[in-house]
């Protein structure tokens, strides 16, 4: 017998049983993961608006408010040209119109001799006259469009108290003005109007009438004889228009002043018409609707009484 080689020739094996002899190493099984379960991602909650953006003024409002500002204040400026002609010390009228005091005792003589100084008053009578005349008929003018459009849209709800709500205006004005004095912390209500503006805007109006009719009788005492006489004579007619002249000034600075204090967004509205104000605020656009409902209302009541 012959022996074995001790090493075969590997490429002398058949290839169909090499494969099959082969020893292959376990394979190492491992499970499949489990898929994953999918659960809805929540949405994230949408923010909402803390501010919005919503019209307070009209174009025309607006408008007639700026061109009766220079208005306004040329129509007192050349009215202090004129007073002066009155108010001079060195001449001490026997009437003394412009004065504060009881009989011949004055507490106050309008103006200071500086401010008729500052103003370079002296002798310009007639500068005064001419300014004042053609002014007069610019506010005279603008004032009759201002009333118009306040009784043609409706505005004049907003602005005018009613009949019936003039107790509950004069505490809500006195609320504004305690409060702006910093003598409350109660916050009056936020509204397009409070009540302290609805009676100064009001009281504003008549003053502009009364300073065109006692204008026009100092103006033509004899042409217009009949409203001199009902305002209490030339005299008296030229007290009149002198403090509601006076009146009009307290007006400027207390207004001035309140739309300093109030902020730029307040005189945004006067400017764009458009005011930022809290998103949950009540809507202007209500006020009206609720405002011309009281005003049907009380025409309904009163058509009901008589």
């Known amino acids: 017998m012959s022996a074995l080689p001790s090493n075969p020739d590997p490429s002398s094996r058949d290839p169909a049983t090499s494969d099959k002899d082969a020893v292959c190493p376990p394979a190492n099984v491992v499970d499949a993961p489990p898929e ?33 500002f220079p208005v306004l204040f040329t129509m007192i400026w050349s009215g202090l040209l004129i007073y002066w002609g009155d108010s001079d010390n060195a001449y001490q009228h026997p009437h003394r119109v412009y004065r504060i005091g009881l009989g011949a005792w004055t507490l106050f003589r309008f103006f200071p001799e500086w401010v008729y100084r500052w103003l370079n008053a002296p002798y310009q009578i007639t500068t005064g006259l001419g300014w004042h005349f053609v002014f007069m008929w610019i506010f005279a003018i603008n004032g009759l469009l201002y009333v118009t459009y306040l009784a043609l849209s409706g505005h004049w709800r907003l602005m005018v108290p009613h009949p019936g709500t003039w107790l509950a205006t004069a505490k809500e004005a006195l609320q504004v003005t305690l409060y702006d004095l910093h003598l409350t912390r109660v916050h009056p209500p936020a509204k397009k109007y409070n009540g302290a503006q609805k009676i100064a805007y009001t ?68 400017v764009s018409g458009y005011e930022i104000r809290p998103a949950d605020s009540r809507p202007y656009s209500e006020e009206i609707t609720t405002a011309i409902d009281k005003h049907h209302t009380q025409l309904q009541k009163g058509k009901e009484a008589v």
């Open 203 to 270: 009281a504003v109006l008549l003053m502009g009438a009364g300073s065109l009719a006692t204008g026009l009788a100092i103006y033509k005492p004899t042409q217009a004889h009949l409203l001199t006489s009902l305002l209490g004579g030339y005299e008296m007619a030229r007290w009149e228009h002198f403090w509601l002249t006076m009146g009009f000034c307290a007006f400027f600075i207390v207004h001035v002043g309140q739309v300093i204090k109030t902020g730029w967004n307040n005189f945004r509205g006067m």
């Open 36 to 68: 994953p379960t999918l659960h809805p991602t929540p949405e994230a909650p949408t923010p909402r608006a803390t501010i919005r953006l919503e019209k307070k003024h009209p174009l025309a409002i607006r408008w007639m408010h700026w061109i009766n």
